[in-house]
């Protein structure tokens, strides 16, 4: 099944309705910022790391944790299927974190 690539949105977007693939560029913080929400029809994450600073990622909200660090320019992909909370925090405020989502139309049976 083809993908395609919409426009650029912000994270703030309500989920698609069909297969596709949906990009976001999340502003660089040194306060923890929410990444992508819980979403059941999420099969798949790419984060670059488009920043001159390492963000932190993790899976829940503790600013004093994290699960994955991306240096400077570096590019993570997240397990596929993973379909929970996500969020981050760099060392300073330079930059964005450019975020590409794969979808599946349903969630995923079980």
């Known amino acids: 099944m083809p993908l395609y690539n919409p426009s650029f949105i912000s994270a703030s977007a309500p ?3 069909s ?6 560029d999340i502003p660089a913080s040194i306060e ?6 819980e979403d059941a029809r999420r099969k798949g994450v790419t984060i670059w790391n488009d920043s001159l600073n390492t963000l932190s990622l993790d899976t829940f909200t503790n ?8 240096t ?13 909370l996500l969020v981050g925090i760099w060392d300073g405020t330079n930059g964005f974190a450019r975020i590409r989502e794969f ?4 969630p995923p049976a079980n």
């Open 63 to 70: 600013e004093a944790s994290f699960a994955v660090k991306i």
């Open 19 to 24: 297969n596709h693939t949906r990009l976001a």
């Open 32 to 37: 923890q910022v929410t990444l992508l929400y």
């Open 72 to 84: 400077p320019g570096g590019y993570y992909e997240f397990p596929f299927n993973y379909i929970g």
């Open 103 to 106: 979808y599946y139309a349903e």
């Open 15 to 17: 989920p698609p309705t």
